[in-house]
């Protein structure tokens, strides 16, 4: 073991064990860049999933009820084809959306199928809330038949649904986020159990301020931070414990 100064620092170095620690250290670290790989992976395989399924959009009621769940991977931001018709006196505002730093709202429109009269909950994307007092949100309605193609939309499992006081007369109705349930009391139906949202150029498509491809890397991004970080302590776990850099982070004792 050598001992090693550069002015008041001083460490003690075993190379066989410093070694050690490299290895260990770069080890750890390379697992955090494999997670980061995996969710590029990931990320891509959904925009090239994307890119496919745009092309071959199915029918949204040839969509099999038990498929129809959060955990089905295969329903995350998938394509559909829908005809039918907008409710647009049943309109949903979602206050507090923002799009190129301008405060707005999220217009969410249901849309009555022609094929079996069902109810889909479609989002139309952003208008803004900057407005004249008394003025009412620019909903620009569409009032023809509709064929459109929409992206299914599914929630993170812990997306946290808030509470709206609402007054079930007036509409539009603006809600905090989108309450599925309190939704299907007022409509007194049942609906789609996602909303989902208008691909581009579509009839009745507003702004449309969310990313076409929203793959489920939180996890990845989760482990790579954390092998990172364990990748950090052991490099400065030995050298604390190698060196006298605590003492000199501490300071001089008070009085001397």
């Known amino acids: 073991m050598k001992t090693y100064k550069l002015g008041y620092f001083e460490i003690k170095i075993n190379w066989i064990i410093a070694t050690c620690v490299l290895l260990t250290s770069a080890g750890l670290g390379r697992l955090g860049l ?6 590029g992976d990931q990320y891509e395989q959904q925009r090239l999933l994307e890119a496919e399924s745009s092309q071959n959009a199915e029918p949204i009621e040839s969509i099999p009820l ?9 329903i995350r ?4 084809l829908l005809q039918g018709k907008y409710i647009n006196d049943k309109t949903i505002l979602l206050p507090g959306e923002f799009f190129d730093g301008q ?3 999220g217009v969410v429109t249901p849309l009555r199928l022609a094929s079996d009269n069902s109810l889909v909950l479609v989002n139309r994307g952003w208008t803004t809330g900057i407005l004249p007092a008394d003025t009412p949100p620019r909903l620009l309605p569409y009032t ?3 064929t459109l193609t929409a992206q299914i939309h599914v929630p993170p499992e812990n997306a946290r649904v808030i509470p709206s006081d609402i007054d079930p007369n007036t509409w539009p109705l603006r809600l905090r986020t989108l309450e599925l ?3 299907e009391q007022l409509l007194g139906e049942k609906i789609f159990p ?8 579509q009839p009745g498509t507003l702004v449309r301020h969310w990313p076409a491809v929203n793959p489920d890397v939180n ?5 790579a931070v954390q092998w990172f970080a364990f990748s950090l302590i052991v490099l400065l776990g030995s050298v604390l414990f190698s060196s006298n850099l605590w003492a000199i982070l501490k300071g001089p004792p008070r009085g001397s």
């Open 77 to 80: 931001n998938r394509h559909v």
């Open 66 to 74: 038990g498929h129809l769940h959060r955990a089905n991977p295969d």
């Open 144 to 146: 023809d038949d509709a």
């Open 181 to 183: 349930g309190l939704i």
């Open 103 to 105: 405060i707005g709202y």
């Open 219 to 223: 996890q990845n991004l989760s482990y």
């Open 34 to 39: 494999w997670q980061l790989d995996r969710a």
């Open 194 to 201: 996602f909303e989902v949202r208008v691909t581009k150029d």
